[in-house]
């Protein structure tokens, strides 16, 4: 997390008690934050949850709380009378 905060504030490095948005960030950069974390780790978290966890170990404990995120069903590829469909 401290890595992503990092990265998505353009610091060299962030503590685990430093603010999201002391630091600079704002609900653009929080956005931008939430489709990294999600890429990374399947995390389901929110904006609000960046808005009432700040900081690295806040929004941590958020996520050790979070369930699990629901197993995507698999993608079937569908036909027509037989024909394989493209995309």
Same mark, same amino acid.
């Given at each position: 997390?401290?890595?992503?905060?990092?990265?998505?504030? /353009?610091? !060299?490095?962030? /503590?685990?008690?430093?603010?999201?948005?002391?630091? /600079? /960030?704002?609900?653009?950069?929080?956005?931008?934050?939430?489709?990294?974390?999600?890429?990374?780790?399947?995390?389901?978290?929110?904006?609000?949850?960046?808005?009432?966890?700040?900081?690295?170990?806040?929004?941590?404990?958020?996520?050790?709380?979070?369930?699990?995120?629901?197993?995507?069903?698999?993608?079937?590829?569908?036909?027509?009378?037989?024909? !394989?469909?493209?995309?």
């Amino acid at each position: 997390l401290c890595g992503l905060f990092a990265e998505v504030l /353009g610091l !060299e490095r962030v /503590g685990i008690d430093d603010s999201f948005f002391d630091l /600079g /960030g704002h609900s653009l950069l929080a956005t931008r934050l939430l489709t990294r974390l999600r890429s990374a780790t399947d995390a389901r978290t929110t904006l609000e949850d960046v808005f009432r966890a700040p900081t690295v170990a806040q929004l941590a404990q958020r996520l050790d709380r979070a369930p699990a995120p629901r197993a995507r069903p698999t993608l079937k590829r569908r036909t027509r009378a037989g024909v !394989e469909l493209d995309g």
